[in-house]
């Protein structure tokens, strides 16, 4: 059986948990953001190492990458160009299953030819 808890006590440990709820709250936002952005950095990085491997010329193509979210809704995270023209493109996304928002921005962003998927 569990121990009595008066009124007085009740009261006390709501107080207490409403105040860490509120800072644990306000942490967690603030570092969701910066855990996320790691995450996707170090995604964008496999992506080039493992496009460099498998796309015939890889090794020769110019990568360039976005590490923090796009500034344009048509730039993809990652970009190999021969030359001036862009030959490959990737998205990356941190999510375990990219489905629903996530999946439809990524293939409106990418042309459709080019959609290849590389698990990592």
């Known amino acids: 059986?569990?121990?009595?808890?008066?009124?007085?006590?009740?009261?006390e440990y709501a107080d207490l948990l409403t105040r860490t709820m509120d800072l644990l709250a306000r942490?967690?936002?603030l570092s969701y953001e910066s855990i996320n952005q790691f995450q996707h950095e170090y995604r964008c990085l496999q992506m080039v190492t493992e496009l460099r491997r498998r796309v015939p010329g890889g090794g020769r193509l110019?990568?360039?990458w976005h590490r923090g979210p796009t500034s344009r809704p048509d730039e993809a995270d990652v970009i190999g160009y021969s030359g001036k023209k862009h030959v490959v493109q990737a998205e990356v996304t941190t999510s375990a299953k990219p489905t629903g928002t996530i999946d439809k921005r990524m293939r409106k962003k990418l042309k459709p030819e080019t959609c290849v998927n590389f698990p990592c």
């Open 1 to 11: 059986m569990g121990k009595k808890l008066s009124i007085d006590l009740a009261d």
């Open 27 to 29: 942490l967690r936002k």
């Open 62 to 64: 110019t990568w360039h």
